[in-house]
């Protein structure tokens, strides 16, 4: 089964940047889309951006011209480089794979499976 790791969280200043890595571990990656979500305290969860197979990318409004998502075929890695970090950014990121293989993602967390534990973002002064 797929197991999903996430590193790279912290406590950033606002306008600050941070790279969060989704490991694989038993499993390569390259047959699955991987999508980055996250979760503030009461709030639901929320699609952040997701990698498709052929390298192509869907990232949300909210952070779109901030945030990058990319693949590290090498490393069995997804990662999520965050720039000009906002309070509004805080949560706790997870990252998932797609049920469905070679299926362009969506941002819809329904259709993600093999959660990670998750890694908090903190964007404070």
């Known amino acids: 089964q797929l197991q999903l790791v996430e590193s790279g969280g912290g406590l950033v200043q606002p306008g600050g940047s941070l790279r969060l890595s989704c490991a694989a571990s038993?499993?390569?990656?390259?047959?699955?889309?991987i999508g980055w979500f996250r979760q503030a305290p009461g709030k639901e969860r929320e699609g952040v951006s997701c990698?498709?197979?052929?390298?192509?990318?869907v990232l949300a409004d909210s952070v779109e011209g901030r945030f990058t998502i990319s693949r590290d075929n090498a490393e069995n890695t997804v990662n999520l480089q965050m720039h000009s970090l906002k309070p509004e950014d805080t949560a706790v990121y997870y990252c998932?794979?797609?049920?469905?293989?070679?299926?362009?993602?969506?941002?819809?967390?329904?259709?993600?499976?093999?959660w990670g534990q998750g890694t908090q973002v903190t964007v404070s002064s």
């Open positions: 990698s498709n197979i052929d390298g192509t990318t």
């Open positions: 998932a794979a797609q049920r469905q293989l070679f299926r362009q993602c969506v941002l819809d967390s329904s259709d993600f499976g093999s």
């Open positions: 038993k499993f390569t990656l390259d047959y699955h889309a």
